[in-house]
Protein backbone atom coordinates (compact mmCIF):
# COMPACT_ATOMS: atom_id res chain seq x y z
CA UNK A 1 0.00 0.00 0.00
CA UNK A 2 2.92 2.38 0.73
CA UNK A 3 4.45 1.53 -2.59
CA UNK A 4 1.39 2.34 -4.14
CA UNK A 5 0.81 5.68 -2.59
CA UNK A 6 4.45 6.35 -3.32
CA UNK A 7 3.68 5.61 -7.51
CA UNK A 8 0.35 7.54 -7.03
CA UNK A 9 2.60 10.60 -5.62
CA UNK A 10 5.46 10.57 -8.74
CA UNK A 11 2.90 10.12 -11.42
CA UNK A 12 1.08 13.23 -10.40
CA UNK A 13 4.59 15.10 -10.12
CA UNK A 14 4.45 15.43 -6.12
CA UNK A 15 7.73 14.58 -4.80
CA UNK A 16 7.86 12.28 -1.56
CA UNK A 17 9.47 13.60 1.45
CA UNK A 18 12.56 11.79 3.00
CA UNK A 19 10.08 10.87 5.84
CA UNK A 20 8.38 8.78 2.91
CA UNK A 21 10.89 7.53 1.74
CA UNK A 22 12.49 5.94 4.85
CA UNK A 23 8.92 5.05 5.57
CA UNK A 24 9.23 2.88 3.13
CA UNK A 25 12.22 1.38 3.08
CA UNK A 26 11.30 0.40 6.84
CA UNK A 27 7.99 -1.07 4.86
CA UNK A 28 9.55 -2.94 2.40
CA UNK A 29 12.00 -4.66 5.51
CA UNK A 30 9.15 -5.11 7.71
CA UNK A 31 7.28 -7.13 5.24
CA UNK A 32 10.30 -9.23 4.38
CA UNK A 33 10.85 -7.73 0.77
CA UNK A 34 14.61 -6.79 1.38
CA UNK A 35 15.68 -6.41 -2.32
CA UNK A 36 12.75 -3.82 -2.56
CA UNK A 37 14.43 -2.18 0.25
CA UNK A 38 17.83 -2.28 -0.87
CA UNK A 39 16.63 -0.15 -3.81
CA UNK A 40 15.61 2.95 -1.79
CA UNK A 41 18.40 4.49 -1.11
CA UNK A 42 19.09 5.16 -4.95
CA UNK A 43 15.37 6.22 -5.17
CA UNK A 44 16.21 8.66 -1.75
CA UNK A 45 19.49 9.95 -3.80
CA UNK A 46 17.76 10.53 -7.02
CA UNK A 47 14.72 12.42 -5.23
CA UNK A 48 17.76 15.16 -3.56
CA UNK A 49 18.26 13.84 -0.68
CA UNK A 50 20.74 12.16 1.38
CA UNK A 51 20.75 8.71 2.46
CA UNK A 52 21.72 8.82 6.50
CA UNK A 53 22.88 6.24 8.29
CA UNK A 54 19.47 5.06 10.11
CA UNK A 55 17.99 4.50 6.44
CA UNK A 56 21.37 2.32 5.50
CA UNK A 57 20.54 0.02 8.58
CA UNK A 58 17.26 -0.81 8.04
CA UNK A 59 18.30 -1.83 4.64
CA UNK A 60 21.05 -4.12 6.32
CA UNK A 61 19.10 -5.68 8.73
CA UNK A 62 16.00 -6.45 6.16
CA UNK A 63 18.79 -7.86 4.22
CA UNK A 64 20.61 -9.96 7.10
CA UNK A 65 17.63 -11.45 8.42
CA UNK A 66 16.39 -13.11 5.14
CA UNK A 67 20.19 -14.34 4.81
CA UNK A 68 21.55 -12.48 2.09
CA UNK A 69 24.84 -11.75 3.70
CA UNK A 70 26.63 -11.46 0.23
CA UNK A 71 24.55 -8.08 -1.02
CA UNK A 72 24.64 -7.33 2.98
CA UNK A 73 28.51 -7.25 2.70
CA UNK A 74 28.48 -5.03 -0.90
CA UNK A 75 25.77 -2.80 0.81
CA UNK A 76 27.95 -1.81 3.77
CA UNK A 77 31.61 -1.88 1.29
CA UNK A 78 29.50 0.88 -0.95
CA UNK A 79 27.73 3.04 2.19
CA UNK A 80 30.98 5.20 1.98
CA UNK A 81 30.53 5.76 -2.14
CA UNK A 82 26.97 7.59 -1.00
CA UNK A 83 29.25 9.49 2.25
CA UNK A 84 27.72 7.53 4.63
CA UNK A 85 30.12 6.14 7.90
CA UNK A 86 29.02 2.50 8.90
CA UNK A 87 28.22 2.89 12.53
CA UNK A 88 28.17 0.45 15.25
CA UNK A 89 24.81 -0.67 14.51
CA UNK A 90 25.56 -1.32 11.20
CA UNK A 91 28.21 -3.79 11.66
CA UNK A 92 26.46 -5.24 14.30
CA UNK A 93 24.02 -5.96 12.26
CA UNK A 94 26.13 -7.90 9.57
CA UNK A 95 28.10 -9.55 12.32
CA UNK A 96 24.77 -11.06 14.21
CA UNK A 97 23.54 -12.10 10.53
CA UNK A 98 26.84 -13.96 9.54
CA UNK A 99 26.92 -15.59 13.47
CA UNK A 100 23.22 -16.64 12.33
CA UNK A 101 24.40 -18.82 9.69
CA UNK A 102 27.40 -19.48 11.82
CA UNK A 103 29.88 -18.31 9.28
CA UNK A 104 32.11 -17.27 12.45
CA UNK A 105 35.32 -16.62 10.11
CA UNK A 106 33.93 -13.90 8.33
CA UNK A 107 32.06 -12.71 11.44
CA UNK A 108 35.21 -12.35 13.22
CA UNK A 109 36.23 -11.01 9.92
CA UNK A 110 33.67 -8.16 9.83
CA UNK A 111 34.99 -7.15 13.85
CA UNK A 112 38.71 -6.48 12.54
CA UNK A 113 37.16 -4.50 9.63
CA UNK A 114 34.72 -2.48 12.16
CA UNK A 115 37.77 -1.54 13.67
CA UNK A 116 40.13 -0.36 11.08
CA UNK A 117 36.76 2.11 10.39
CA UNK A 118 37.56 3.38 13.75
CA UNK A 119 34.00 2.15 15.18
CA UNK A 120 34.64 0.37 18.72
CA UNK A 121 33.41 -3.07 19.19
CA UNK A 122 30.70 -2.57 22.00
CA UNK A 123 29.17 -4.93 24.49
CA UNK A 124 26.42 -5.77 22.12
CA UNK A 125 29.60 -6.92 19.67
CA UNK A 126 30.46 -9.17 22.29
CA UNK A 127 27.83 -10.83 23.22
CA UNK A 128 26.71 -11.59 19.16
CA UNK A 129 30.03 -13.16 18.90
CA UNK A 130 29.65 -15.52 22.18
CA UNK A 131 26.51 -16.65 21.16
CA UNK A 132 27.75 -17.33 17.80
CA UNK A 133 30.61 -19.42 19.27
CA UNK A 134 28.71 -21.20 21.75
CA UNK A 135 25.86 -21.77 19.48
CA UNK A 136 28.68 -23.87 17.47
CA UNK A 137 29.88 -25.64 20.21
CA UNK A 138 32.92 -23.23 20.77
CA UNK A 139 32.89 -22.54 24.45
CA UNK A 140 36.31 -22.22 24.51
CA UNK A 141 36.28 -19.53 22.24
CA UNK A 142 33.31 -17.46 23.53
CA UNK A 143 35.24 -17.86 26.90
CA UNK A 144 38.29 -16.60 25.27
CA UNK A 145 36.24 -13.10 23.92
CA UNK A 146 35.42 -12.64 27.62
CA UNK A 147 39.13 -12.44 28.24
CA UNK A 148 39.82 -9.96 25.38
CA UNK A 149 36.78 -7.84 27.18
CA UNK A 150 38.28 -7.42 29.82
CA UNK A 151 41.73 -6.45 28.28
CA UNK A 152 39.31 -4.03 26.48
CA UNK A 153 38.43 -2.60 29.85
CA UNK A 154 34.94 -3.60 28.65
CA UNK A 155 32.77 -4.66 31.80
CA UNK A 156 30.58 -7.43 30.90
CA UNK A 157 26.83 -7.26 32.06
CA UNK A 158 23.99 -9.75 32.78
CA UNK A 159 23.36 -10.18 28.62
CA UNK A 160 26.91 -11.39 28.53
CA UNK A 161 27.24 -14.32 31.53
CA UNK A 162 24.04 -15.45 30.61
CA UNK A 163 24.83 -15.90 26.73
CA UNK A 164 28.27 -17.51 28.36
CA UNK A 165 26.42 -19.46 30.77
CA UNK A 166 23.60 -20.73 28.95
CA UNK A 167 26.67 -21.90 26.14
CA UNK A 168 27.95 -23.58 28.82
CA UNK A 169 25.44 -25.64 30.26
CA UNK A 170 24.39 -26.61 26.49
CA UNK A 171 27.56 -28.04 25.57
CA UNK A 172 27.50 -29.76 29.30
CA UNK A 173 29.99 -27.51 30.99
CA UNK A 174 27.78 -27.18 33.90
CA UNK A 175 30.32 -26.29 36.80
CA UNK A 176 32.19 -23.53 34.73
CA UNK A 177 28.72 -21.98 34.39
CA UNK A 178 28.35 -22.23 38.14
CA UNK A 179 31.59 -20.25 38.25
CA UNK A 180 30.76 -17.63 35.91
CA UNK A 181 28.19 -17.13 38.25
CA UNK A 182 29.64 -16.68 41.42
CA UNK A 183 31.60 -14.16 39.47
CA UNK A 184 28.64 -12.20 39.23
CA UNK A 185 27.77 -11.91 42.51
CA UNK A 186 31.39 -10.98 43.32
CA UNK A 187 30.99 -8.32 40.66
CA UNK A 188 27.30 -7.37 42.12
CA UNK A 189 25.80 -7.96 38.99
CA UNK A 190 22.07 -9.71 39.52
CA UNK A 191 21.87 -13.10 37.82
CA UNK A 192 17.98 -12.93 36.58
CA UNK A 193 15.69 -15.42 36.18
CA UNK A 194 17.71 -16.44 32.48
CA UNK A 195 20.61 -16.84 34.35
CA UNK A 196 18.72 -19.78 36.72
CA UNK A 197 17.08 -21.09 34.17
CA UNK A 198 20.15 -21.71 32.17
CA UNK A 199 22.23 -23.23 34.79
CA UNK A 200 19.09 -25.51 36.09
CA UNK A 201 18.47 -26.98 33.02
CA UNK A 202 21.93 -27.75 32.55
CA UNK A 203 21.85 -29.73 35.63
CA UNK A 204 18.36 -31.47 35.02
CA UNK A 205 20.21 -32.52 31.73
CA UNK A 206 22.86 -34.15 33.54
CA UNK A 207 20.48 -35.29 36.38
CA UNK A 208 22.12 -33.19 38.99
CA UNK A 209 18.42 -32.89 40.29
CA UNK A 210 19.38 -31.72 44.03
CA UNK A 211 21.45 -29.10 42.94
CA UNK A 212 18.81 -27.95 40.58
CA UNK A 213 15.92 -27.28 43.33
CA UNK A 214 18.90 -25.44 45.48
CA UNK A 215 19.37 -22.65 42.30
CA UNK A 216 15.35 -23.14 42.05
CA UNK A 217 14.95 -22.66 45.91
CA UNK A 218 17.57 -19.71 45.55
CA UNK A 219 15.92 -18.18 42.95
CA UNK A 220 12.47 -17.71 44.74
CA UNK A 221 14.13 -16.44 47.68
CA UNK A 222 15.61 -13.20 45.66
CA UNK A 223 11.92 -12.57 44.78
CA UNK A 224 13.26 -13.90 40.77
CA UNK A 225 9.92 -15.22 39.41
CA UNK A 226 10.37 -18.55 37.35
CA UNK A 227 8.98 -18.38 33.94
CA UNK A 228 7.37 -21.14 31.76
CA UNK A 229 10.80 -21.93 30.49
CA UNK A 230 12.06 -22.59 34.26
CA UNK A 231 9.39 -24.70 35.46
CA UNK A 232 9.13 -26.76 32.32
CA UNK A 233 12.59 -27.30 32.43
CA UNK A 234 12.60 -28.99 35.90
CA UNK A 235 9.51 -30.39 35.55
CA UNK A 236 11.35 -32.32 32.32
CA UNK A 237 14.68 -33.42 34.64
CA UNK A 238 12.48 -34.60 37.48
CA UNK A 239 10.42 -36.95 34.72
CA UNK A 240 13.63 -38.21 33.54
CA UNK A 241 14.82 -38.86 36.69
CA UNK A 242 11.54 -40.93 37.51
CA UNK A 243 10.10 -38.53 40.55
CA UNK A 244 7.06 -38.35 38.36
CA UNK A 245 5.12 -37.21 42.00
CA UNK A 246 7.13 -34.53 42.51
CA UNK A 247 7.11 -33.19 38.44
CA UNK A 248 3.13 -33.34 39.00
CA UNK A 249 3.63 -31.26 42.78
CA UNK A 250 5.89 -28.81 40.74
CA UNK A 251 3.27 -28.68 37.97
CA UNK A 252 0.68 -27.84 40.37
CA UNK A 253 2.51 -24.99 42.26
CA UNK A 254 3.25 -23.22 38.85
CA UNK A 255 -0.44 -23.50 38.18
CA UNK A 256 -0.71 -21.86 41.65
CA UNK A 257 2.28 -19.17 40.42
CA UNK A 258 -0.12 -18.35 37.61
CA UNK A 259 1.97 -19.26 35.64
CA UNK A 260 0.87 -20.69 32.17
CA UNK A 261 2.29 -24.12 30.59
CA UNK A 262 2.54 -24.09 26.60
CA UNK A 263 2.15 -27.10 24.74
CA UNK A 264 6.10 -28.43 25.59
CA UNK A 265 4.90 -28.50 29.47
CA UNK A 266 2.14 -30.50 28.67
CA UNK A 267 3.70 -32.81 26.49
CA UNK A 268 6.84 -33.88 29.05
CA UNK A 269 4.30 -34.35 31.98
CA UNK A 270 2.02 -36.41 29.80
CA UNK A 271 4.69 -38.43 28.56
CA UNK A 272 6.38 -38.80 32.14
CA UNK A 273 2.97 -40.19 33.27
CA UNK A 274 2.47 -42.76 30.38
CA UNK A 275 5.73 -44.06 31.14
CA UNK A 276 4.72 -44.53 34.36
CA UNK A 277 1.98 -46.39 33.18
CA UNK A 278 -0.29 -43.97 34.78
CA UNK A 279 -2.74 -43.50 32.05
CA UNK A 280 -5.65 -42.05 33.55
CA UNK A 281 -3.40 -39.15 35.24
CA UNK A 282 -1.71 -38.83 31.68
CA UNK A 283 -5.42 -37.80 30.10
CA UNK A 284 -6.59 -36.05 33.04
CA UNK A 285 -3.93 -33.63 32.26
CA UNK A 286 -4.58 -33.45 28.46
CA UNK A 287 -8.33 -32.73 28.99
CA UNK A 288 -6.73 -29.87 31.36
CA UNK A 289 -4.86 -29.02 28.52
CA UNK A 290 -7.56 -28.87 26.32
CA UNK A 291 -10.02 -26.53 28.79
CA UNK A 292 -7.36 -24.34 28.97
CA UNK A 293 -7.01 -23.56 25.01
CA UNK A 294 -4.24 -24.81 24.12
CA UNK A 295 -4.43 -27.39 21.08
CA UNK A 296 -2.52 -30.89 21.61
CA UNK A 297 0.14 -31.69 19.01
CA UNK A 298 1.01 -34.76 17.16
CA UNK A 299 4.21 -34.87 19.88
CA UNK A 300 0.93 -35.19 22.70
CA UNK A 301 -0.83 -37.98 20.58
CA UNK A 302 2.18 -39.78 20.21
CA UNK A 303 3.10 -39.97 23.78
CA UNK A 304 -0.51 -41.07 24.44
CA UNK A 305 -0.61 -43.64 21.78
CA UNK A 306 2.68 -44.48 22.93
CA UNK A 307 1.71 -44.90 26.41
CA UNK A 308 -1.20 -46.81 25.70
CA UNK A 309 0.09 -49.26 23.38
CA UNK A 310 2.88 -50.13 26.18
CA UNK A 311 0.27 -51.17 28.55
CA UNK A 312 -1.49 -53.13 25.94
CA UNK A 313 -4.40 -51.11 25.29
CA UNK A 314 -3.66 -51.60 21.41
CA UNK A 315 -7.71 -50.89 20.27
CA UNK A 316 -7.69 -47.58 21.94
CA UNK A 317 -4.83 -46.77 20.02
CA UNK A 318 -5.79 -47.38 16.93
CA UNK A 319 -9.13 -45.91 17.54
CA UNK A 320 -7.16 -42.40 18.55
CA UNK A 321 -5.02 -43.04 15.07
CA UNK A 322 -8.03 -43.03 13.18
CA UNK A 323 -9.77 -39.82 14.95
CA UNK A 324 -6.74 -38.18 13.73
CA UNK A 325 -7.29 -39.11 10.54
CA UNK A 326 -10.67 -38.56 10.15
CA UNK A 327 -11.38 -35.13 12.43
CA UNK A 328 -10.72 -31.81 11.70
CA UNK A 329 -9.76 -30.79 14.96
CA UNK A 330 -7.32 -33.25 15.58
CA UNK A 331 -3.66 -32.84 14.31
CA UNK A 332 -2.13 -35.03 11.38
CA UNK A 333 -0.35 -37.72 12.76
CA UNK A 334 3.10 -37.93 11.12
CA UNK A 335 5.41 -40.96 9.93
Do not use: W
Not at 66 to 78: I, P, R, S, Y
Not at 97 to 110: F, H, P, T, Y
Not at 313 to 332: E, G
Amino acid sequence: MSYNIYRKMTCVGVSPSFLSLSSLAECFVHFNMPELALAMPGIILKCGYSVNVYVANVVLKGLCYKGKLVKAVKFLDEMGRNSVSPDVVSFNTLIKGLCRVRNLDEAINMRSKMEHANCVPNVVTYTILMDGFCVKGQTDEAMGLLEEMRMKQLEPDVYIYNTLINGLCTNDDVDRGKELLNEMLEKEISPNEVTYTCLMNGLCKMGRMKEAKVFFNTMLERGIRPDVITFTGLISGLCKDGKIAKAVELFNFMLEKGEEPNNRTYNILINGLCKEGLLSDAFKILEMMVEKGKKPDVITYNVIMRGLCDVGNINYALKLFDSMLSNKNYVDPDA
